[in-house]
């Protein structure tokens, strides 16, 4: 991270993956970018995108926001709509990315063995 930004984290920054490309938010991410669902933190959130299609280890291409919705295509091509202040809850990478986090890695969800 840069010292510049005296220490204050954004909601949209990218944070360093070891396991491949950064890991950021849904709500970071621009106009006609693909990228792929790596987590879904919350689980009343996560069984909302999967009721709309989206699911981890989706692909989605962001499409357009507006008055704070941001709308995504799925990778069957539905235009799913996501309030902004829920897409800072969704973590993504670029196309072709890593999939899902798994359990048993550092931050993943899951029982530990």
């Known amino acids: 991270m840069d010292s510049d930004r005296g220490g204050e984290a954004g909601l949209a920054m990218a944070v360093e993956n070891p396991l491949g490309p950064p890991v950021r938010s849904l709500a970071s ?19 909302h995108c999967a009721e709309r299609g989206v699911a981890e280890g989706s692909q989605v291409r962001w499409q ?13 091509g539905r235009v ?31 029982k530990e063995s």
């Open 29 to 47: 991410a621009g106009a006609g970018e693909r990228v792929t669902v790596l987590r879904i933190l919350f689980d009343s959130l996560r069984w």
């Open 64 to 76: 357009s926001q507006s008055a704070g919705v941001l709308e995504v295509e799925a990778s069957s």
């Open 80 to 110: 799913v709509a996501c309030e902004s202040r829920f897409a800072r809850f969704i973590q993504v990478t670029a196309e072709g990315g890593p999939g899902p986090v798994p359990a048993n890695v550092a931050g993943g969800r899951g």
